[in-house]
């Protein structure tokens, strides 16, 4: 079983929509949450970061952070043409775990207009 | 804006050829890292590296060698290419002793071995 599971997709919706992205993990040592953003021929770019349970919103993204469930989420609001791309999430333990981010799949997301 | 870059965005070389991917990064970054995208499987790290001269093996490191001569420069050596390393390779660098810090990722080399 891998330590973080995130379905490849590919995710098609309309321009408009709300998507939810998902993934789920193992390790209970995770603390650090983070989504990556990759569009097609670039390398990955933070979109962002969670520390612990709960929400953070930025613009027409949310991230949730279910500590209990080993679940967190990405939300896209009114989702665009330009959202499309690769979404990422990403995930460490303490300093101790080793300096490492352990990277879920990847989800494939296509914005039709 | 911090800045990795990679040597060569497409390679194509032959079994049992030896290799040399390079990274620089231009923002003094301690820490830099090797990985590779494959779909279905997402990013796997192979090498990381601390500090000059320092490195220390990913979650697939077997076929790879690494080489952190000076801080900006992380070089990735396949010394027997083979052709279940096609791949795409992705370098990246961050700051700092703490895993959370942003990776910086360059734009990848697609690499074929024929």
């Known amino acids: 079983q891998k330590e973080v599971e995130q379905d490849p997709g590919p995710l098609s919706v309309p321009e408009g929509a709300i998507v939810s992205l998902n993934c789920t993990y193992s390790?209970?040592?995770?603390?650090?949450f983070m989504w990556y953003r990759q569009y097609s021929r670039k390398g990955p770019e933070l979109l962002m970061y969670t520390y612990s349970s709960g929400n953070k919103e930025d613009g027409r993204f949310t991230a949730q952070v279910d500590k209990s469930s080993k679940y967190i989420s990405l939300f896209i609001r009114d989702s665009q043409p330009s959202d499309s791309a690769t979404y990422l999430c990403?995930?460490?333990?303490?300093?101790?775990?080793?300096?490492?981010?352990?990277f879920g799949a990847g989800t494939i997301l296509r914005v039709k207009s | 804006d911090v800045k990795v870059t990679q040597s060569s965005r497409y390679l194509v070389k032959r079994t049992g050829e030896k290799v040399f991917l390079e990274c620089v990064q231009d923002?003094?970054?301690?820490?830099m890292f090797w990985y590779r995208q494959d779909p279905g499987l997402g990013l796997r790290l192979i090498y990381f590296s601390y500090d000059v001269k320092m490195k220390e093996k990913g979650d697939i490191p077997e076929g790879y060698s690494v080489s952190r001569e000076k801080k900006e420069r992380f070089s990735l050596i396949l010394e027997s290419a083979s052709t279940n390393q096609t791949s795409m390779y992705l370098c990246?660098?961050?700051?700092?002793?703490?895993?959370?810090?942003?990776?910086?990722f360059g734009p990848g080399t697609r690499l074929t071995v024929l």
């Open positions: 990246a660098s961050s700051s700092g002793a703490v895993s959370y810090n942003e990776q910086f």
């Open positions: 990403a995930m460490s333990g303490l300093v101790e775990y080793g300096n490492k981010l352990v």
């Open positions: 923002m003094d970054h301690e820490n």
């Open positions: 390790n209970s040592a995770f603390q650090y």
